[in-house]
Antibody, heavy 118, light 111 residues
Framework: DVQLVESGGDIVQPGESLRLSCAAS????????MHWVRQAPGRGLMWVSY????????GYADSVKGRFTISRDNTRGTLSLQMNNLRVEDTAVYYC???????????WGQGIMVTVSS | QSALTQPASVSGSPGQSIAISCIGT?????????VSWYQQHPGEAPKLMIY???KRPSGVSDRFSGSKSGNTASLTISGLRAEDEANYYC???????????FGGGTKLTVL
């Protein structure tokens, strides 16, 4: 089965760092762009970042640019999100998602909670 | 990039049809044939229901259909069932800098 499993969520204080991981299985990981999408409690979805299938390019939402870094390891089938200088407003469930046809997200992980609070 | 505009809620009775609108701009919905729709039940991950404006992924019921006119996209669900009750989000490609923008979500209630 095609599967994405996130890990690394935690409760941290503002200004601290956290690294999320996503383990992919059931498909050829290196064929797909990968994304992080987040959802604040009780709110809608917000795209966070992408990395191209061969790691040749990345993109970020303005709200995380300069603080978050996306990366991937195609040999291990893993996606990562390094989050620095975390803010209260970064509190959300973070989903790892596979980039399907064009800009659609066709496979999603179960999500992992990140709480930023003093 | 501003979010796409969706109604906060819609409702319908079992067997009826409903439509959820998604209003964007000429910079997103109006410029690309890349609107997607997601269904999300409480506590679960989103599920892709429609991509490239009108296409259904394998395994998605043909009761779900997508359409677009100008800067507005729509998701229509026919033959409403209790299990369709969920939140629905539209999403559009918005260019290489913003990548995608989501709508605020619509809560569908099946009466």
């Amino acid at each position: 089965d095609v599967q994405l499993v996130e890990s690394g969520g935690d409760i941290v204080q503002p200004g601290e760092s956290l690294r999320l991981s996503c383990a992919a299985s059931g498909f050829t990981f290196s064929d797909y762009w990968m994304h992080w999408v987040r959802q604040a409690p009780g709110r809608g979805l917000m795209w966070v970042s992408y990395v191209k299938n061969d790691a040749s390019g990345t993109g970020y939402a303005d709200s995380v640019k300069g603080r978050f870094t996306i990366s991937r390891d195609n040999t291990r089938g893993t996606l990562s999100l390094q989050m620095n200088n975390l803010r209260v407003e970064d509190t959300a469930v973070y989903y790892c998602a596979r980039g399907g046809v064009d800009s659609a997200f066709d496979v999603w992980g179960q999500g992992i909670m990140v709480t930023v609070s003093s | 990039q501003s979010a796409l505009t969706q109604p906060a809620s819609v409702s319908g009775s079992p067997g009826q049809s409903i439509a959820i609108s998604c209003i964007g701009t000429s910079s997103d919905i109006g410029s690309y044939n890349l609107v997607s729709w997601y269904q999300q039940h409480p506590g679960e991950a989103p599920k892709l229901m429609i991509y490239e404006d009108t296409k259904r992924p394998s395994g998605v019921s043909d009761r779900f259909s997508g359409s677009k006119s100008g800067n507005t996209a729509s998701l229509t669900i026919s033959g409403l069932r209790a299990e369709d009750e969920a939140n629905y989000y539209c999403c559009s490609y918005a260019g290489p800098n913003s990548f995608v923008v989501f709508g605020g979500g619509t809560k569908l209630t099946v009466l």
